[in-house]
């Protein structure tokens, strides 16, 4: 089955503990993405990648790191989470990179972060 | 940065009528999407309509887009209470700018 799975799905940490939240997909998508859904403010992109070792800020970079090793996963790391990080986060891939740079994303399922 | 907003933020409905939700986007744009999310879960894509077409049809989906105005409308015909969730637009700019832009969305509540 087609998929984007992320882990953990649910996580409570405290400020200043590193943590990893990681993402995988089996379609062979050249572009994976990281957002966080935050009440009002719909979807804001983290990072993105459109190939393997190739990434870029989006929206919301501060606080977060990105790594894009092998081309199914894409982690993204908190390496000192604050309580401003606090959210849902969602991974998402897409197939190419081309002129169509915008095509129909796949989300993964969540993964609710509560930072205190 | 926010490109497309969704109206009404909220909407309830009784099973069987027409729900329309619009979004509104600010800059030219290549292509726009509509997503759904049920409550707590990941995002699925619906539909996506490209600059140069004005309405698409996909099962009880109806979209329509108006560039010249910058909006699009929504259609889901005769509702049942499993498409009670969140619509969101999603505008996937033209030019330079490169990456798909989600409003807040739309919270549709269908009553049985």
């Known amino acids: 089955e087609a998929q984007v799975t992320q882990n953990p799905r649910y996580l409570i940490t405290v400020t200043g503990k590193k943590l990893t939240v990681t993402c995988s997909q089996n379609m062979n998508h050249e572009y994976m993405s990281w957002y966080r859904q935050d009440p009002g403010l719909g979807l804001r992109q983290i990072y993105y990648?459109?190939?393997?070792?190739?990434?870029d800020k989006g929206d919301v970079p501060e606080g977060y790191k990105v790594s894009r090793k092998e081309k199914r996963n894409f982690p993204l790391i908190l390496e000192s989470p604050s309580p401003n990080q606090t959210s849902l986060y969602f991974c998402a891939s897409r197939t190419g990179w081309g002129l169509d740079l915008t095509g129909e994303l796949f989300f993964g399922e969540g993964s609710r972060l509560t930072v205190l | 940065s926010q490109q497309g907003e969704e109206d009404p933020q909220a909407l309830s409905i009784q099973e069987g009528e027409n729900a329309t939700m619009n979004c509104s986007y600010k800059t030219s744009i290549n292509n726009l999407q509509w997503y759904r999310q049920n409550s707590g879960r990941g995002l699925v894509h619906l539909i996506l309509i490209r600059s140069n077409e004005r309405e698409k049809h996909s099962g009880r989906l109806r979209v329509t887009l108006d560039t010249s105005k910058k909006s699009s409308s929504l259609l889901i015909t005769a509702s049942r209470a499993a498409d009670t969730a969140s619509y969101f637009c999603a505008t996937g700019p033209s030019g330079s700018a490169r990456q798909l832009t989600f409003g807040s969305g739309t919270q549709l509540t269908v009553l049985p």
């Open positions: 990648s459109m190939n393997v070792e190739v990434t």
